[in-house]
């Protein structure tokens, strides 16, 4: 006749416990390990993301971007969908708090001069900010010349459609291509190897 033994209490919570931790290991190194592209579906919006984590949608499958307009860290009004109709728009979110967003700014920067002859234009969405001031030294820091709406309450952000490529982090970057459709999307910083692997693509459609 076998012998079953009743484990403690405390030993089967302790091994339920290790073998959680084990599981999440696992699920942590899988995703980490992971090299190739996914596809990701939600709410009728298709799109790929690579392992870069740079998120494109096919040209057949994009939606329209929504109104984005405001006034800008200068007082100005800019209305995005009307100023820049016809352009590729590169809408960069971040704040002069964020450190992610502090690395990524000179490339931004720089990739925004060697674009805009090709008709990429960027704009700034300035979030969570209590005031202008430390946006605009930011911008003067880092030779930031093109325009930000200031959003500090987020409002903006939210107007983008849900299970599309939305913003969900700072620093996010959407591009819009010159439909004003959302064609690609990165949610953490930005090196410019990666800036030209979302728009050089868009700017070579026809």
Known sequence: MALTYALPRRTVRRRAAQLGVVAAAGALTLTACSSGSQVSSSAGARYVTSSSGIST????????????????????????????????????????????????????????????????????????????????????????EYPSLYDPAGKLLLRFPKGNLNPQAIPSTIVLDRDGKIAARKLTALSEEQLHKMLDPLVAEK
């Not at 990524?104 to 001069?113: D, F, G, I, M, S």
């Not at 300035?126 to 005031?131: E, L, V």
């Open 57 to 144: 949608v096919a040209k057949g499958s994009r939606v329209a971007a929504p109104e984005l307009s405001g006034e800008t860290l200068e007082g100005a009004e800019l209305d995005v969908n009307s100023a820049y109709k016809g352009k590729i728009v590169v809408l960069n979110v971040w704040g002069s708090w964020c450190s992610p967003c502090r690395a990524e700014a000179p490339n931004l920067a720089k990739v925004a001069k060697e674009l805009k002859p090709k008709g990429v234009e960027f704009v700034g969405l300035n979030t969570r900010d209590a005031s202008t001031g430390p946006a605009k030294a930011f911008e003067k820091d880092f030779g930031v």
